[in-house]
């Protein structure tokens, strides 16, 4: 009989796939934020110059501040983690009696009850580790993180560089070689493309349709960028005619 997958996986990614979560939001973050960024700067009719500068500017400061974030974020948790967890230890060790009675609550609520009850107890409390993982779980609704905060942070900086800097692409090939078509235009087709990658990506992050979670994302990074170039089209009209 054939098994049934439950949740979606791309299985060609392999290992990878355990940072997947950092690399979507970080890609959709750098390709927002730089496409905005170039909607922007066009609909206040700056030079392409000025938007190469104004995005890899945007590209490598942002992804920087993103990636560390997300270090420090995940390094606090697992500090928290840890120092719980040293003090369910010490309980254990220090107060065994309140923390059995405590696994018995927990168990109690979840149903167990008499003899059965106490042979669940039993069995947790004959080994530390063990009891202290329960109350960790059930007591304080804390699970550790086994991801590593470093590559947490590197898979998000890397996805915001590279996914970011498809808004920008086609601005580096014109300025190093000229173009006759509309770069803007090109720059919205690969930004769409993009945002469309990894809201497919995304959808396997969070167990979504795959459509529902492409369209999503577009929306998202469109609508940030149709903000961003009346905003821009604005502040230069309002400059011009200041």
Do not use: C
Not at 97 to 119: A, M, S
Not at 152 to 181: H, K, N, R
Not at 187 to 214: D, H
């Amino acid at each position: 009989m054939k098994e049934t997958k439950l949740h979606q996986e791309i299985s060609f990614i392999g290992n990878i796939q355990v940072y997947l979560r950092e690399f979507v939001y970080g890609g959709i973050d750098g390709a927002v934020t730089t496409f905005a960024v170039v909607a922007g700067a066009v609909g206040a009719n700056l030079d392409p110059s000025i938007i190469i500068i104004l995005g890899f500017a945007n590209l490598l400061a942002d992804g920087f501040s993103m990636s560390v974030g997300a270090f420090l974020s995940s390094k606090s948790d697992q500090e928290n983690y840890d120092k719980h967890k040293a003090i369910e230890y010490w309980e254990v060790d220090n107060l065994p009696q309140k923390e059995r009675e405590e696994i018995e609550e927990i168990y109690r609520n979840k149903g167990f009850e008499g003899e059965l009850l106490q042979k669940v107890v039993d069995v947790i409390t004959s080994d530390k580790d063990r009891w202290v993982n329960e109350m960790m779980k059930d007591e304080l609704n804390m699970m550790e993180e086994t991801k590593s905060p470093f590559k947490i942070g590197l898979a998000t900086l890397i996805s915001f560089i590279v996914v970011g800097f498809i808004p920008l692409m086609i601005y580096v090939y014109d300025y190093f070689q000229e173009t006759s078509f509309d770069v803007f235009l090109w720059t919205s087709i690969f930004t769409g493309i993009a945002f469309a990658t990894v809201g497919w990506l995304k959808s396997f992050v969070n167990q979504t349709n795959i459509f529902k979670s492409i369209g999503e994302t577009l929306a998202l990074g469109f609508l940030a960028a149709l903000v961003a170039y009346y905003v821009g089209d604005f502040l230069e009209s309002l400059i011009m005619n200041s």
